[in-house]
C-alpha cells in the first residue's frame, strides 16, 4: 500500500505451483491457476493482493530454482552423491529447472520496463526430477551412482505437488522478444 501510495512499482516472485499440474502442454499468463497445496494457495493470495491493490507491478512465476549459492536440488543431489551409492528420484513429475542467474538477469531487464503484469520466466526444456538428477550427475563427472527412478507416490512427500508445472513464457517473449 506505501508503494501504491508513493507510485512505486512492486515485483512480486510467485511459482508454478499455483497451477494443478494436469495440463499436457506448458501453462502460460493466461491459464487459470488452481493450486493444489498450501504452498501454491499462499503464493496465489500474494498475486491476488498484488492485483487488488496497485496498478504498476510485475508478478513472475518461475520453477525448479537452482544456483551456485544456497540449498536448492542440484547443490543437494550432489551431496547425496557422495553419500549415497543409490539415488531414488522421483520420474513422474515435470517441469523446467530453471537458473536462477537466468531469472535475475531476466527479472532486471523486465523491471527496466513499464510492461507491467504477469510474466513466468524459465530455462526453456523440459525433464523429471529423475532425468535432471541424471543430467546433474552426467556433467559433474560422477559415475557410480545409481538413480532409480520412482513415483511421487513413492516418495509419499506431505503434500502434493504438480505432475506437470511447465511454465510458457509467452508474455515475456511478447514483451522482450526471447
Request: charged share 25%; net charge positive; aromatic share 12%.
Given at each position: ?43 496465489l493470495?500474494?498475486?491476488?493482493y ?51 542467474k ?77
Open positions: 500500500l506505501a508503494c501504491q501510495g508513493l507510485d512505486i512499482p512492486v515485483l512480486y516472485v510467485s511459482t508454478d505451483f499455483v497451477f494443478r499440474g494436469d495440463k499436457e502442454t506448458p501453462y502460460d499468463e493466461f491459464d487459470g491457476p488452481a493450486p493444489m497445496n498450501i504452498y501454491g494457495k499462499s503464493k493470495a500474494g498475486e491476488s498484488i492485483k487488488s491493490f496497485l496498478s504498476r507491478y510485475f508478478i513472475v512465476r518461475s520453477s525448479w530454482l537452482y544456483g551456485r549459492c544456497g540449498k536448492n536440488f542440484v547443490t543437494t543431489i550432489l551431496k547425496l552423491a557422495r553419500e549415497k551409492s543409490v539415488l531414488k528420484v522421483v520420474d513422474d513429475q515435470v517441469g523446467s529447472p530453471t537458473y536462477t537466468d531469472l535475475s538477469q531476466q527479472i532486471k531487464r523486465l523491471v527496466a520496463t513499464e510492461l507491467y503484469g504477469t510474466y513466468h520466466i524459465t530455462n526453456s526444456g523440459r525433464c523429471s526430477w529423475y532425468g535432471f538428477t541424471r543430467e546433474i550427475l552426467k556433467l559433474a563427472g560422477i559415475k557410480g551412482v545409481k538413480v532409480t527412478p520412482i513415483t511421487s507416490k513413492e516418495l509419499a512427500r506431505p503434500a502434493p505437488r504438480p505432475k506437470f508445472s511447465v511454465l510458457e513464457n509467452y508474455c515475456l517473449r511478447l514483451s522482450l522478444g526471447n
